[in-house]
């Protein structure tokens, strides 16, 4: 009965105390060692397997037996763990994290504290690994391409750049193709518009050349060129032929002057009368052609009709052009470079406007006025550009290259001035009839100076031949010449 107690209370303190149980198995097993039998060691009430007991020796030996079973222990854990590392970067993609706790695992069971503190090490880089080798997704696996030596690589590489530089110099040159087309248009529209300014400038210079020849840069030079006294010379005609509206001189110094009422006369510089020619219409406005020959309008009133008529010196006259379906009335008219500049008017809109022909009567261009109030009834060219005259005010608006300006060039205004007696002289100057009176206007338009006919009549037209002989025509049909240059 002692002995059964003693095994029952040896086998509840081994439950209670697996260390002890160990150690007992320890001894059982170098004891069958002696014996020459082996057995392996069982496991524990823990679970953990039981390390071999080495064999039996005496008391002053068993620490160095111990010292090497540590050792033993140790190298086995470094080969593991040390397999286990190869194993993980051949492979990275096997290693988890219950791979990880496992070796942890493994490592807290042992014995000693260095080979805890490696195999954490271990594990920290086995974790940077990992880190170093990523999953692998769809994409990374798509963009996956097979591996070539550095020559091909290289080679692709520098075939790579070249198709860059070669896009990129097709979109430089398409680039420099797009800027020049723009440059080129944006310089032709620059021309277009810097004629207008080139034009002006022509003008600003002749102006200038003219004031400097002249030397009339100031008020009292500009005066000093004409008479303070003229003397006026009356060129009688038989007879009443009505107003003298216009008055013109060819190329080689002949007069041609209209009366209203269907009559035209050619005279020399004298005043004789070479010929008369009788119309069909009356005859307002006129202009000379290059030939000598003469092309008139009706201006407005009674039974006037919008035609330009051409008058040879022979005295053919035909129709150069009919202008009925563009305007009501036609006035002043000028001939420049080939081409025929006529006033227009049209009834139904009140409008006036600029009509440009060629010498066939074919209409090339219409120039409107940016004011659609302004009235205009003569037109002259003066110092390199075609001017046309306001009704109201008697101020001067340039043709532009596309409509007759609403800015007037006249610096200086003058009242009671008849606008269609307007005329330019060999120095650039600007005449105008007003009443009795004579105003010249010099080539800047800015002087003014006023020359007293001591006439009875009302001057309406005026102009001057190749010998600086200033003419003009009266309301009641009477012409008049005179010297007023110096």
Known sequence: MNALLTLMLNVILSVNNPTK???????????????????????SVSGRRSQPMAKRNPKGKQKKIHNENKKTSLKKSEENTAHNLVFQTKEPKRLTRS??????????????????????????????????????TDKSRENKQPKTSNKT??????????????????????????????????????????????????????????????????????TDLFFKKIAVQLHPIS??????????????????????????????TTGEILRSFKLD????????????????????????????TLLSREGDNKVLADLSSYATYLFGILYKDERVYVVANCAESRKYFIVKLDMNGEVESVYNTKNAHDSINQIIFLNGQIVAFRINDVDMIPLETGAISSVAMNKVNIRNAYSGSASA??????????????????????????????????????????????????ADGKL???????
């Not at 160990?22 to 097993?29: D, G, M, Q, S």
């Not at 723009?182 to 518009?193: H, P, R, T, Y």
């Not at 009443?240 to 005279?267: A, C, F, K, P, Q």
């Not at 600007?430 to 009176?437: D, H, K, R």
Request: aromatic letters at 6%; one cysteine or more.
């Open 21 to 43: 149980d160990v150690f007992k198995r320890r001894r059982i097993h170098i004891r069958q060692n002696d014996h020459g039998t082996k057995k392996k060691a069982s496991l």
């Open 99 to 136: 791979s990880i706790k496992n070796v942890g695992n493994r490592e807290k069971g042992g014995v000693n504290k260095d080979s805890d503190s490696k195999l954490r090490q271990q594990i920290k880089r086995t974790r940077k690994s990992k880190e170093c080798f990523p999953k692998e």
């Open 239 to 268: 007879g009443s032929l009505g107003e003298i509206h216009e008055i013109s001189v060819s190329h080689d110094n002949l007069l041609w002057v209209n009366y209203l009422y269907n009559t035209v006369h050619l005279r020399n």
């Open 480 to 486: 008049f010449s005179t010297k007023y240059l110096k």
């Open 425 to 474: 002289d060999n120095l650039g100057n600007v005449i105008l009839g007003s009443n009795a009176q004579l105003f010249i206007i010099n080539p800047s338009l800015q002087l003014v100076h006023k020359l007293d006919t001591g006439i009875s009549g009302r001057i309406i037209s005026t102009a001057v031949d190749q010998q600086n002989q200033l003419w003009f025509g009266t």
């Open 281 to 308: 219409a009356r005859a307002v406005f006129s202009c000379c052609t290059p030939g000598g020959d003469l092309l008139l309008t009706q201006g407005y009133g009674g039974n006037s009709r919008p035609v330009i």
């Open 153 to 222: 690589s290289n080679f692709q590489g520098r075939s790579l750049a070249f198709r860059k530089s070669n896009q990129k110099k097709d979109i430089r040159q398409s680039r420099q193709a797009e800027s020049c087309n723009k440059s080129k248009a944006s310089k032709a529209s620059k021309n277009k518009i810097s004629l207008q300014k080139k034009e002006s400038m022509k003008l600003v210079k002749k102006t200038q050349d003219i004031e400097a020849s002249t030397s009339h840069s100031s008020e009292k030079d500009f």
